[in-house]
C-alpha cells in the first residue's frame, strides 16, 4: 500500500505540480496551476526587450543592428527571436521544467512564443518545427521538452501547421561540445523526412552556440525551404 500512494503522490506531483516553480510557494488560483508559477513570480518575469542582433536575436553591445558574429558569417537561418537569458531566476525556470519536469511550464512557454508569432507579419505563413530530439530520450526520459511545448502551441494556435518532418540520428550530447564541435557532431545526422515548407519556424529551448538551428535550417534549405526563422526561449 505504502509504495502504490508513493507512486501515486509522484504521478500527481509530476502531472499537477502543488509549488511555484521559481519561489516553491503554493499555487492557489486556476491559471497559477495552468501555468505552475504563482502570480506574484509571472508580475516579476518580462522578456528581455533590449536591442538584439536582427538575425540571431542575441542582445547587442554596439549602435549596428547585427552582432559581431552575424556580420563575419551569414547563418543558413534568416532570423531568430529570442525571450530569455539563460541566467538567474530564468535559468532556474528552464531547470525546473527541463529536468524537474514541472510540466504546467509548458503552457507558459508556449504563450510567450504565440505573443512572437501574432505581433511578426514574416511568421504569418510559417510551419512550425520542433528541433528533433536525440533518438531514444522520449523512450528513455519519457518526454521531450521542445516536443511539449509544440503540442501546447498547437492548442493556442490550431490555425498553424505544425511539421515534425525533423529527424535526428545518433549523435553526442551537445552541452558537452564546443560550438565547432557542435557542428561537426550533427552533420549528416539531422535530416528531412517528408517534404519540407516553403517556410519553416524551428521551435528550441535554448540557444548557445546556434549549431543546432544552423544544422537544421541548413538542411531545410537544401530541401527545398525558403525562409527559415526560429524561436529559441533562452539565450545563453
Known amino acids: 500500500m505504502k509504495i502504490l500512494k508513493k507512486i501515486f503522490l509522484r504521478g500527481r506531483n509530476f502531472l499537477f505540480p502543488e509549488d511555484c516553480a521559481l519561489c516553491e510557494g503554493a ?7 495552468r501555468l505552475g508559477l504563482c502570480q506574484d513570480c509571472l508580475d516579476s518575469i518580462t522578456a528581455d526587450c533590449g536591442r538584439k ?16 558574429h552575424c556580420r563575419g558569417s551569414q547563418p543558413s537561418y534568416d532570423r531568430l527571436w529570442t525571450v530569455f537569458p539563460y541566467m538567474g531566476k530564468y535559468r532556474k525556470l528552464l531547470t525546473e521544467y527541463k529536468f524537474e519536469k ?8 508556449a504563450e510567450q512564443i504565440t505573443e512572437i508569432i501574432k505581433n511578426e507579419p514574416l511568421l504569418e505563413n510559417a510551419v512550425i518545427i520542433p528541433v528533433p530530439p536525440r533518438p531514444g530520450k522520449i523512450k528513455t526520459a519519457g518526454w521531450d521538452q521542445v516536443e511539449r511545448i509544440v503540442k ?9 501547421s505544425v511539421s515534425r518532418c525533423l529527424k535526428r540520428g545518433k549523435s553526442k550530447v551537445q552541452k558537452e561540445l564546443n560550438r565547432n564541435d557542435r557542428l561537426n557532431n550533427l552533420k549528416g545526422r539531422i535530416a528531412v523526412n517528408g517534404k519540407a515548407p516553403d517556410t519553416a519556424l524551428i521551435i528550441d529551448d535554448v540557444i548557445t552556440t546556434g549549431a543546432t538551428i544552423e544544422v537544421c535550417s541548413d538542411v531545410l534549405k537544401n530541401n527545398g525551404t525558403q525562409k527559415v526563422y526560429g524561436i529559441c526561449l533562452f539565450f545563453d
Open 27 to 33: 499555487l492557489i488560483e486556476p491559471n497559477e496551476m
Open 53 to 68: 542582433c536582427t538575425i540571431c536575436g542575441k542582445p547587442l553591445i554596439s549602435e549596428i543592428d547585427t552582432c559581431l
Open 102 to 109: 514541472k510540466l504546467p511550464l509548458a503552457d507558459f512557454f
Open 152 to 160: 501546447r502551441l498547437e492548442k493556442l494556435m490550431p490555425d498553424m
